[in-house]
């Protein structure tokens, strides 16, 4: 019954490689979300769906490619990983109008 | 640029005291801010919302103030435990909802 759930939960791999991580909500929500926690753990705001519709794309570097198959999957894909991508990405989703944000769990990606 | 500011990075407060929690911010004209929780190694949980046009929000022991001209929320736990201890985060949105961009937080430590 999990709410937001995003595999893998920890990924570790080597500079220059591509991976993904996906991300699906069982909530009904329009919105979902890809944000970015560094290790000073401020938490910024990556790219928004509303409805499969890429609607916030902020100043992520086009190596980072998200793709929402349906409103209830929103997928990261990130090529040529580097170093600085390491971090915990959070996925997110929300109702439409005013109301809080349900956060997945995490995955801690690490590049070595 | 835009700001949000969580006015300390760290709190320690003694148990049954109010723990009180302040969040700046500048260059900005937010429709709502919400406060999260966050705990080590997981996602941020909502806790409450509150609106440009609310002065003062509760739940349970949780309350929220809204000041637009002071551009300033205060977050306050009353009758802390040390269960409360956690990171605090605050966030700003916009009408549409989907543009959340959130402070760095505040730890909070609660002693028994």
């Known amino acids: 019954d999990t709410a937001v759930s995003q595999t893998p939960k920890y990924l570790v791999t080597q500079m220059g490689n591509d991976k993904s991580i996906k991300c699906e909500q069982n909530l009904g929500h329009d919105t979902m979300y890809w944000y970015k926690q560094d290790s000073k753990k401020f938490l910024k705001i990556m790219f928004s769906y509303n409805n499969k519709e890429l609607i916030i794309n902020e100043t992520v570097p086009n190596r980072f490619s998200p793709k929402s198959p349906d409103k209830a999957h929103l997928n990261l894909h990130i090529n040529s990983l580097e170093l600085g991508d390491s971090a915990v990405y959070f996925c997110?989703?929300?109702?439409?109008?005013?109301?809080?944000?349900?956060f997945g769990s995490g995955t801690r990606l690490t590049v070595v | 640029s835009q700001k949000i500011e969580q006015n300390s990075e760290a709190l320690n407060i003694q148990e049954g005291k109010t723990a009180t929690l302040t969040c700046n911010y500048t260059?900005?004209?937010?429709?709502?801010l919400q406060w999260y929780r966050q705990d080590p190694g997981r996602g941020p949980v909502f806790l409450l919302l509150?609106?440009?046009?609310?002065k003062e929000k509760r739940k349970e022991r949780l309350k929220v103030t809204f000041d637009t001209t002071l551009k300033q929320s205060l977050f306050h736990i009353t009758a802390s435990q040390p269960a409360d201890s956690a990171t605090y985060l605050c966030?700003?949105?916009?009408?549409?909802?989907?543009?959340?961009?959130f402070g760095a937080g505040t730890r909070l430590t609660v002693k028994p």
């Open positions: 260059n900005y004209s937010p429709a709502y």
């Open positions: 966030a700003l949105g916009g009408y549409n909802n989907n543009d959340m961009r």
């Open positions: 509150i609106r440009e046009n609310e």
């Open positions: 997110a989703s929300s109702p439409s109008g005013n109301y809080g944000y349900t």
